[in-house]
Protein backbone atom coordinates (compact mmCIF):
# COMPACT_ATOMS: atom_id res chain seq x y z
CA UNK A 1 0.00 0.00 0.00
CA UNK A 2 2.80 2.32 0.75
CA UNK A 3 4.37 1.47 -2.59
CA UNK A 4 0.68 2.12 -4.52
CA UNK A 5 0.75 5.62 -2.44
CA UNK A 6 4.65 6.50 -3.71
CA UNK A 7 3.14 5.41 -7.31
CA UNK A 8 0.02 7.80 -7.30
CA UNK A 9 0.86 10.74 -5.11
CA UNK A 10 4.11 10.87 -7.29
CA UNK A 11 3.45 13.96 -10.01
CA UNK A 12 4.70 12.21 -13.86
CA UNK A 13 8.17 12.78 -14.38
CA UNK A 14 9.12 13.73 -10.87
CA UNK A 15 11.11 10.86 -10.28
CA UNK A 16 15.14 10.84 -10.55
CA UNK A 17 15.36 10.36 -14.13
CA UNK A 18 12.32 9.21 -15.36
CA UNK A 19 12.09 10.79 -18.26
CA UNK A 20 14.84 9.39 -19.71
CA UNK A 21 13.76 6.02 -18.40
CA UNK A 22 10.31 6.41 -20.09
CA UNK A 23 12.10 7.93 -23.22
CA UNK A 24 14.11 4.44 -23.85
CA UNK A 25 10.98 2.16 -23.00
CA UNK A 26 9.28 4.35 -25.98
CA UNK A 27 12.28 3.96 -28.41
CA UNK A 28 12.55 0.43 -27.88
CA UNK A 29 8.56 0.39 -28.28
CA UNK A 30 8.48 2.04 -31.42
CA UNK A 31 11.56 1.08 -32.98
CA UNK A 32 12.30 -2.36 -31.64
CA UNK A 33 16.10 -1.40 -31.91
CA UNK A 34 18.24 -0.06 -28.98
CA UNK A 35 18.93 3.57 -28.59
CA UNK A 36 22.02 5.12 -29.00
CA UNK A 37 23.47 8.07 -26.81
CA UNK A 38 23.88 11.61 -28.92
CA UNK A 39 25.13 14.88 -27.77
CA UNK A 40 22.29 17.02 -27.68
CA UNK A 41 20.28 13.96 -25.35
CA UNK A 42 21.12 16.17 -22.15
CA UNK A 43 19.53 19.49 -22.18
CA UNK A 44 20.42 20.93 -18.20
CA UNK A 45 18.53 23.93 -18.28
CA UNK A 46 14.94 21.53 -20.26
CA UNK A 47 15.69 19.46 -16.75
CA UNK A 48 15.81 22.51 -14.59
CA UNK A 49 12.46 23.30 -15.87
CA UNK A 50 11.05 20.28 -15.81
CA UNK A 51 12.04 19.90 -12.27
CA UNK A 52 10.98 23.50 -10.95
CA UNK A 53 7.64 22.47 -12.84
CA UNK A 54 8.30 25.38 -14.85
CA UNK A 55 8.00 23.65 -18.79
CA UNK A 56 7.68 25.95 -21.74
CA UNK A 57 4.90 25.29 -24.52
CA UNK A 58 7.82 24.43 -26.58
CA UNK A 59 9.36 22.10 -24.41
CA UNK A 60 9.06 18.41 -25.07
CA UNK A 61 9.81 15.45 -22.96
CA UNK A 62 10.78 13.71 -26.24
CA UNK A 63 14.04 15.13 -26.17
CA UNK A 64 15.39 13.68 -22.58
CA UNK A 65 17.31 10.94 -23.64
CA UNK A 66 20.56 10.50 -21.65
CA UNK A 67 20.13 7.20 -20.24
CA UNK A 68 20.11 5.44 -23.75
CA UNK A 69 23.53 4.06 -23.29
CA UNK A 70 22.26 1.95 -20.16
CA UNK A 71 22.12 -1.49 -20.46
CA UNK A 72 18.73 -3.08 -21.72
CA UNK A 73 17.08 -5.71 -19.53
CA UNK A 74 14.75 -4.03 -17.54
CA UNK A 75 13.89 -1.88 -20.59
CA UNK A 76 12.99 -5.17 -22.38
CA UNK A 77 11.04 -6.07 -19.43
CA UNK A 78 9.48 -2.72 -18.99
CA UNK A 79 8.34 -2.52 -23.63
CA UNK A 80 5.49 -4.76 -23.13
CA UNK A 81 4.01 -2.99 -20.21
CA UNK A 82 4.61 0.32 -22.09
CA UNK A 83 2.51 -1.15 -25.21
CA UNK A 84 -0.50 -2.92 -23.32
CA UNK A 85 -2.90 -0.76 -22.37
CA UNK A 86 -4.18 2.63 -23.05
CA UNK A 87 -1.75 4.99 -24.63
CA UNK A 88 -1.23 8.40 -22.42
CA UNK A 89 1.58 8.97 -21.03
CA UNK A 90 0.13 9.26 -18.03
CA UNK A 91 -1.30 6.04 -18.13
CA UNK A 92 2.10 4.13 -19.10
CA UNK A 93 4.26 5.79 -16.81
CA UNK A 94 1.47 4.36 -14.11
CA UNK A 95 1.81 0.98 -15.89
CA UNK A 96 6.11 1.36 -15.32
CA UNK A 97 5.74 2.20 -11.63
CA UNK A 98 3.42 -0.98 -11.04
CA UNK A 99 5.82 -2.72 -12.71
CA UNK A 100 8.64 -1.45 -10.11
CA UNK A 101 6.25 -2.48 -7.56
CA UNK A 102 5.85 -5.68 -8.72
CA UNK A 103 9.65 -6.03 -8.66
CA UNK A 104 9.99 -4.52 -4.99
CA UNK A 105 7.90 -7.01 -3.90
CA UNK A 106 9.73 -9.85 -5.39
CA UNK A 107 12.83 -8.05 -3.89
CA UNK A 108 11.32 -8.35 -0.16
CA UNK A 109 10.48 -12.32 -0.61
CA UNK A 110 13.92 -12.82 -2.26
CA UNK A 111 15.64 -10.86 0.59
CA UNK A 112 13.74 -12.67 3.46
CA UNK A 113 14.80 -15.83 1.49
CA UNK A 114 18.47 -14.31 2.22
CA UNK A 115 18.03 -13.45 5.82
CA UNK A 116 16.91 -16.80 6.45
CA UNK A 117 20.57 -17.68 5.90
CA UNK A 118 21.62 -14.90 8.17
CA UNK A 119 19.22 -14.44 11.00
CA UNK A 120 16.78 -17.59 13.41
CA UNK A 121 13.55 -17.78 11.45
CA UNK A 122 11.71 -15.19 13.49
CA UNK A 123 14.39 -12.67 13.43
CA UNK A 124 14.45 -12.93 9.48
CA UNK A 125 10.09 -12.17 9.54
CA UNK A 126 11.58 -8.93 10.81
CA UNK A 127 14.00 -8.27 7.55
CA UNK A 128 11.47 -7.58 4.69
CA UNK A 129 9.20 -5.29 7.27
CA UNK A 130 12.47 -3.46 7.96
CA UNK A 131 13.30 -2.63 4.02
CA UNK A 132 9.67 -1.63 3.94
CA UNK A 133 10.41 1.09 6.36
CA UNK A 134 13.14 3.10 4.32
CA UNK A 135 11.09 5.35 2.53
CA UNK A 136 13.48 5.91 -0.33
CA UNK A 137 13.63 1.65 -1.29
CA UNK A 138 9.33 2.10 -1.22
CA UNK A 139 9.64 5.24 -3.67
CA UNK A 140 12.62 3.99 -5.63
CA UNK A 141 10.28 0.91 -6.60
CA UNK A 142 7.70 2.75 -7.35
CA UNK A 143 9.42 4.84 -9.85
CA UNK A 144 10.48 4.14 -13.83
CA UNK A 145 14.03 3.04 -13.50
CA UNK A 146 16.05 0.13 -13.76
CA UNK A 147 16.79 0.07 -10.12
CA UNK A 148 13.61 -2.26 -9.00
CA UNK A 149 15.00 -4.98 -10.90
CA UNK A 150 18.64 -4.17 -10.23
CA UNK A 151 17.73 -4.56 -6.38
CA UNK A 152 15.82 -7.75 -7.04
CA UNK A 153 19.04 -9.36 -8.77
CA UNK A 154 21.60 -7.89 -6.14
CA UNK A 155 19.19 -9.98 -3.33
CA UNK A 156 19.24 -12.96 -5.51
CA UNK A 157 22.90 -13.11 -5.95
CA UNK A 158 23.49 -12.28 -2.18
CA UNK A 159 21.73 -15.67 -2.11
CA UNK A 160 23.70 -17.73 -4.76
CA UNK A 161 26.85 -16.09 -2.59
CA UNK A 162 25.65 -17.39 0.48
CA UNK A 163 24.23 -20.69 -0.66
CA UNK A 164 27.27 -21.06 -2.23
CA UNK A 165 25.26 -22.25 -5.40
CA UNK A 166 26.43 -24.21 -8.58
CA UNK A 167 28.54 -21.97 -10.83
CA UNK A 168 25.93 -21.96 -13.76
CA UNK A 169 23.38 -20.50 -11.75
CA UNK A 170 25.62 -18.12 -10.10
CA UNK A 171 26.68 -16.81 -13.81
CA UNK A 172 23.17 -16.51 -15.00
CA UNK A 173 22.35 -14.38 -12.46
CA UNK A 174 25.61 -12.29 -12.70
CA UNK A 175 25.69 -11.82 -16.41
CA UNK A 176 21.22 -10.72 -15.86
CA UNK A 177 22.57 -8.62 -13.36
CA UNK A 178 25.19 -6.83 -15.35
CA UNK A 179 22.91 -5.99 -18.60
CA UNK A 180 20.53 -4.63 -15.91
CA UNK A 181 22.71 -2.25 -14.36
CA UNK A 182 26.65 -1.35 -14.49
CA UNK A 183 26.71 -1.16 -10.65
CA UNK A 184 25.68 -4.26 -10.11
CA UNK A 185 29.84 -5.65 -11.46
CA UNK A 186 30.44 -4.72 -7.57
CA UNK A 187 29.29 -9.00 -7.91
CA UNK A 188 31.95 -9.77 -9.90
CA UNK A 189 34.90 -10.46 -7.49
CA UNK A 190 32.58 -11.85 -4.93
CA UNK A 191 31.52 -14.86 -8.09
CA UNK A 192 35.23 -14.41 -8.72
CA UNK A 193 35.92 -15.60 -4.81
CA UNK A 194 33.02 -18.68 -5.10
CA UNK A 195 33.75 -19.88 -8.37
CA UNK A 196 35.79 -18.39 -11.32
CA UNK A 197 33.73 -20.56 -13.29
CA UNK A 198 31.17 -18.18 -12.98
CA UNK A 199 32.29 -14.98 -14.19
CA UNK A 200 33.09 -16.21 -18.01
CA UNK A 201 29.44 -17.45 -18.36
CA UNK A 202 28.28 -14.63 -17.29
CA UNK A 203 30.37 -12.90 -20.19
CA UNK A 204 28.46 -14.95 -22.50
CA UNK A 205 25.08 -13.21 -21.17
CA UNK A 206 26.58 -10.16 -21.76
CA UNK A 207 28.47 -10.56 -24.61
CA UNK A 208 25.49 -9.33 -27.47
CA UNK A 209 24.93 -6.42 -25.33
CA UNK A 210 28.66 -5.41 -25.50
CA UNK A 211 28.50 -6.40 -29.29
CA UNK A 212 25.52 -3.63 -29.49
CA UNK A 213 28.01 -1.61 -27.84
CA UNK A 214 31.18 -1.91 -29.49
CA UNK A 215 29.55 -1.23 -33.15
CA UNK A 216 28.07 1.81 -31.69
CA UNK A 217 30.52 3.41 -29.70
CA UNK A 218 33.46 1.64 -30.88
CA UNK A 219 36.10 -0.64 -29.51
CA UNK A 220 37.91 2.05 -27.18
CA UNK A 221 34.48 3.22 -25.92
CA UNK A 222 32.87 -0.55 -25.11
CA UNK A 223 30.68 0.72 -22.04
CA UNK A 224 30.00 4.16 -23.53
CA UNK A 225 31.25 6.31 -20.27
CA UNK A 226 33.34 8.41 -22.88
CA UNK A 227 30.10 9.11 -24.88
CA UNK A 228 28.00 9.69 -21.63
CA UNK A 229 31.01 12.24 -20.28
CA UNK A 230 30.46 13.94 -23.34
CA UNK A 231 27.17 14.49 -23.27
CA UNK A 232 26.69 15.04 -19.98
CA UNK A 233 29.35 17.80 -20.15
CA UNK A 234 27.52 20.40 -17.52
CA UNK A 235 26.44 17.70 -14.91
CA UNK A 236 27.93 18.89 -12.03
CA UNK A 237 31.37 16.88 -11.24
CA UNK A 238 34.00 16.25 -8.46
CA UNK A 239 35.41 19.97 -7.87
CA UNK A 240 38.58 18.09 -5.70
CA UNK A 241 39.04 17.30 -2.09
CA UNK A 242 37.94 19.90 0.49
CA UNK A 243 35.93 19.81 3.98
CA UNK A 244 32.71 21.09 2.49
CA UNK A 245 32.33 18.52 -0.11
CA UNK A 246 33.13 15.77 1.94
CA UNK A 247 30.39 17.14 4.34
CA UNK A 248 27.62 17.40 1.97
CA UNK A 249 28.98 14.34 0.42
CA UNK A 250 28.18 12.57 3.67
CA UNK A 251 25.31 15.00 5.05
CA UNK A 252 23.39 14.48 1.40
CA UNK A 253 24.38 10.93 0.70
CA UNK A 254 22.78 9.82 4.72
CA UNK A 255 19.65 12.04 4.40
CA UNK A 256 19.24 10.34 0.62
CA UNK A 257 19.50 6.79 1.64
CA UNK A 258 16.52 7.12 3.72
CA UNK A 259 14.25 9.78 2.52
CA UNK A 260 14.74 12.65 -0.11
CA UNK A 261 12.51 13.09 -2.78
CA UNK A 262 11.74 13.85 -6.44
CA UNK A 263 14.77 15.27 -8.19
CA UNK A 264 16.39 15.59 -4.88
CA UNK A 265 14.44 18.65 -3.91
CA UNK A 266 12.06 17.26 -1.10
CA UNK A 267 13.87 16.33 1.96
CA UNK A 268 12.15 14.60 5.20
CA UNK A 269 11.81 16.74 8.51
CA UNK A 270 15.43 17.06 10.10
CA UNK A 271 14.07 15.38 13.15
CA UNK A 272 13.46 12.28 10.94
CA UNK A 273 17.18 12.01 10.06
CA UNK A 274 18.64 12.31 13.80
CA UNK A 275 15.60 9.45 14.41
CA UNK A 276 17.08 7.18 11.98
CA UNK A 277 20.55 7.98 12.42
CA UNK A 278 20.04 7.03 16.29
CA UNK A 279 18.33 3.99 15.22
CA UNK A 280 21.28 3.09 12.82
CA UNK A 281 23.83 3.89 15.93
CA UNK A 282 21.89 1.76 18.28
CA UNK A 283 22.26 -1.33 15.17
CA UNK A 284 26.03 -0.31 15.39
CA UNK A 285 26.25 -0.55 19.25
CA UNK A 286 24.69 -3.76 19.26
CA UNK A 287 26.83 -5.08 16.92
CA UNK A 288 30.34 -4.04 18.63
CA UNK A 289 28.55 -5.73 21.86
CA UNK A 290 28.49 -9.13 20.49
CA UNK A 291 31.39 -9.47 18.16
CA UNK A 292 30.94 -12.93 17.47
CA UNK A 293 28.73 -12.66 14.29
CA UNK A 294 32.51 -11.67 12.69
CA UNK A 295 33.73 -14.79 12.97
CA UNK A 296 30.80 -16.20 10.42
CA UNK A 297 31.80 -16.71 6.94
CA UNK A 298 28.37 -15.22 5.63
CA UNK A 299 28.27 -12.23 7.57
CA UNK A 300 32.01 -11.69 6.32
CA UNK A 301 30.28 -11.43 2.64
CA UNK A 302 27.68 -9.58 3.90
CA UNK A 303 30.27 -6.96 5.24
CA UNK A 304 31.86 -7.02 1.89
CA UNK A 305 28.92 -6.55 -0.08
CA UNK A 306 28.66 -3.58 1.69
CA UNK A 307 31.92 -2.32 1.87
CA UNK A 308 32.01 -3.00 -2.39
CA UNK A 309 28.79 -1.01 -2.96
CA UNK A 310 30.14 2.09 -0.84
CA UNK A 311 33.60 1.80 -2.42
CA UNK A 312 31.66 1.75 -5.78
CA UNK A 313 29.74 4.72 -5.10
CA UNK A 314 32.55 6.79 -3.17
CA UNK A 315 34.43 6.17 -6.71
CA UNK A 316 31.42 7.72 -8.80
CA UNK A 317 31.25 10.54 -6.62
CA UNK A 318 34.92 11.10 -7.33
CA UNK A 319 33.97 11.50 -10.96
CA UNK A 320 30.30 13.14 -11.06
CA UNK A 321 28.67 15.10 -8.22
CA UNK A 322 25.76 12.15 -7.37
CA UNK A 323 24.67 12.14 -3.90
CA UNK A 324 22.10 9.73 -4.15
CA UNK A 325 22.13 7.20 -1.83
CA UNK A 326 19.75 5.09 -3.80
CA UNK A 327 23.04 3.73 -5.52
CA UNK A 328 23.93 1.65 -2.52
CA UNK A 329 20.60 0.30 -2.96
CA UNK A 330 22.65 -2.74 -4.57
CA UNK A 331 23.36 -3.45 -1.05
CA UNK A 332 20.29 -2.64 1.11
CA UNK A 333 19.70 -6.62 2.28
CA UNK A 334 23.37 -6.47 3.73
CA UNK A 335 22.64 -3.47 5.33
CA UNK A 336 19.35 -4.35 6.49
CA UNK A 337 20.51 -7.22 7.56
CA UNK A 338 23.18 -5.62 9.71
CA UNK A 339 20.47 -3.84 11.37
CA UNK A 340 18.15 -6.14 12.39
CA UNK A 341 21.37 -7.87 13.61
CA UNK A 342 22.56 -5.35 15.68
CA UNK A 343 19.00 -4.31 16.92
CA UNK A 344 18.62 -7.78 18.11
CA UNK A 345 21.68 -7.63 20.12
CA UNK A 346 21.33 -4.92 22.41
CA UNK A 347 19.23 -7.11 24.96
CA UNK A 348 19.46 -10.27 26.71
CA UNK A 349 18.74 -13.16 24.16
CA UNK A 350 15.48 -14.01 25.72
CA UNK A 351 14.41 -10.47 24.21
CA UNK A 352 16.34 -10.41 20.99
CA UNK A 353 13.09 -10.62 19.31
CA UNK A 354 11.20 -7.16 20.66
CA UNK A 355 13.63 -4.47 19.28
CA UNK A 356 13.66 -5.54 15.86
CA UNK A 357 10.11 -5.49 15.44
CA UNK A 358 9.33 -3.08 17.59
CA UNK A 359 11.29 -0.69 15.18
CA UNK A 360 10.58 -2.61 12.23
CA UNK A 361 6.94 -1.12 13.14
CA UNK A 362 8.17 2.55 13.92
CA UNK A 363 10.17 3.29 10.56
CA UNK A 364 6.79 2.02 8.66
CA UNK A 365 4.84 4.36 10.63
CA UNK A 366 7.74 6.71 9.69
CA UNK A 367 7.30 6.13 6.44
CA UNK A 368 3.82 6.41 6.03
CA UNK A 369 4.54 9.55 7.59
CA UNK A 370 7.07 10.59 5.07
CA UNK A 371 4.45 10.04 2.50
CA UNK A 372 1.38 12.11 3.57
CA UNK A 373 3.15 14.38 5.34
CA UNK A 374 6.47 14.89 3.34
CA UNK A 375 6.02 14.08 -0.24
CA UNK A 376 2.47 14.62 -0.75
CA UNK A 377 2.66 18.56 0.54
CA UNK A 378 6.27 18.71 -1.06
CA UNK A 379 4.44 18.35 -4.65
CA UNK A 380 1.39 20.13 -3.82
CA UNK A 381 0.92 23.32 -6.36
CA UNK A 382 2.45 27.07 -4.23
CA UNK A 383 -1.18 29.11 -3.80
Not at 130 to 152: E, I, K, Q, R
Not at 172 to 178: D, E, P, S
Request: charged share 15%; aromatic share 12%; proline share 8%.
Amino acid sequence: MLALGYAVRTPIWQNPDEPAHVNYVRWLAETRTLPELRPGDWDSALLSRLQNGTLLPTDSIDAIRYESWQPPLYYLLATPVWVLGPTSDDARVVRLRLLGIVLGGLTLVVAYRAARYLLPEVLALAFPLVMVGVPMFTAVSASVSADPLANLLAAALLIALLRNADWRWLGVLLGLAIVTKLALVIFVPLALWRSWRAVPLAGLAVLPWLAHQVTTYGWTDPLALARHAEVVADQPRFPGPSFEYTGDFLRVSFHSLWAQFGWMAIPAPDGMYWMWGALMLVALLGLMLRPAWLRAPAWRLVLLTLLLAALAYLAYNLTFRQFQARYLFTALVSLCALLVRGWASVVPARWRVVPPFAIAVLLLAMNAYALTRVLTPGFAPIS
